[in-house]
């Protein structure tokens, strides 16, 4: 190879190392940029769920910084650890509210906020994430249906547990038109929601 050839074969390679570089500063400045503001939509999207499952008249302490963390893969769907929010009205336990992951949902796992009172009855259920299709499985979203409040109220005992299954399979709760799979995803995971609740609730507020 002549001398030529190899001072411009150099000066391409390092034009090349150089024109890399800049991409991967640009690609890991605009991450750094972007992460926590999706991780800031996050937390608000958390907190309104929050406050819409909790009436705020029920607790006075500081919810978002009343917390412990608690991994539990096979009861709440996830490998990663839970936060759980603990809402006490002086220094009593009222309520818990966690994430839980419906895993079996017809287009991939759907992500819950599940409130518990501390009675073990359900505040209630909202949906935070899915891709279930629009027209059938998105019914599980308060904004289309009030089909997720059929838990309120609800709780899970050694009598009634054969009845947390949606009607088609014997339960008690409704299933949608052409749509069965989503609403017994969300079923189940609200269930093993309540049996870790049960299993868990005199450490929960600790
Ligand atoms: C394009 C397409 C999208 C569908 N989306 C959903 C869905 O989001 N949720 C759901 O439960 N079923 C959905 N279904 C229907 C399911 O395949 C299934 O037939 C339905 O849940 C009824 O279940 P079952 O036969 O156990 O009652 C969809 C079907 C098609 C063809």
């Known amino acids: 190879m002549n001398r030529e050839l190899l001072q411009h074969l150099i ?7 150089l024109f890399i570089g800049i991409a991967v500063a640009i690609l890991v400045g605009v991450r750094q940029w972007v992460e926590p503001k999706i991780e800031a939509a996050h937390q608000a999207e958390l907190l309104a769920s929050l406050t819409e499952l909790l009436p705020p008249d029920s607790y006075d302490n500081d919810l978002l910084h009343d917390t412990s963390t608690i991994t539990a893969p096979n009861l709440l769907g996830t490998g990663k650890p839970v936060t759980l929010y603990r809402a006490r ?52 979203e308060k904004s289309k249906t009030d089909w997720v409040d059929s838990f309120v109220g609800r709780q899970l005992t050694p009598t009634n547990e054969s009845q947390w299954a949606v009607k088609k399979d014997g339960g008690m709760f409704d299933q949608f038109t052409g749509a069965t799979i989503t609403p017994r995803a969300v079923v189940k995971a609200v269930k093993k929601a309540l049996i870790f609740f049960n299993r868990n609730r005199e450490k929960l507020w600790n």
């Open 11 to 17: 000066r391409a390679s390092g034009r090349m190392a």
């Open 89 to 140: 009205k002086q220094g009593k336990p009222v309520a818990v509210l966690f994430e839980a992951v419906a895993p079996e949902g017809y287009s991939g796992p759907i992500r819950l906020l599940i409130g518990i009172r501390a009675d073990g009855h359900l505040l209630g259920v909202r949906v935070l994430e899915h891709r279930e299709t629009p027209g059938l499985g998105d019914k599980i």
